[in-house]
């Protein structure tokens, strides 16, 4: 008889709710990172970049001036690229992606691209194999 024994990459879901928590109180203490100046040109994005001016007082990090991300500023190693019911998302555009997917760690993200038939399709497939999708 052979002993089945979880992968290595398996949390138990009762520890990974713990880190998610934990994650979720480190974001909500994070700093929202702007882009310098971004508030002055709407042709500037709100993505962050790093400034590289020479006089740069947001560089130098002055007071009052915006926080710099760094490596404090990360979640746990065990949740990164989770989402917040603690599933990795993976994008799905054939029944064979789908086939590939564990229900236990993955939840499925339909492609965009899909017309109706094989989005119908697919989302029959993955009901009966107990896959969750986001975007149903």
Same mark, same amino acid.
């Given at each position: 008889m052979i002993k089945r024994t979880a992968s290595p990459r398996a949390k138990p879901r009762?520890?990974?709710?713990?880190?998610?928590?934990?994650?979720k109180a480190l974001k909500a203490r994070k700093p #929202?990172?702007?882009?310098?100046?971004g508030y002055r040109h709407v042709k500037l994005k709100k993505v962050w970049r790093r400034p590289k001016g020479r006089h740069s007082k947001l560089r130098l990090r002055e007071k009052a001036r915006g926080g710099l991300p760094g490596a404090g500023?990360?979640?746990?190693r065990e949740v990164r690229g989770l989402n917040r019911l603690g599933f990795r998302e993976v994008r799905v555009s054939t029944a064979r992606e789908? #086939?590939?997917l564990n229900p236990k760690e993955e939840m499925a993200v339909l492609a965009g691209s899909l017309g109706r038939m094989k989005?119908?399709?697919l989302l029959k497939l993955a009901c009966e194999r107990g896959i969750r999708v986001t975007n149903a």
């Open positions: 009762r520890e990974l709710a713990s880190k998610l928590k934990v994650r #929202g990172f702007v882009r310098q100046e500023h990360g979640s746990p789908l #086939g590939a989005r119908e399709e």
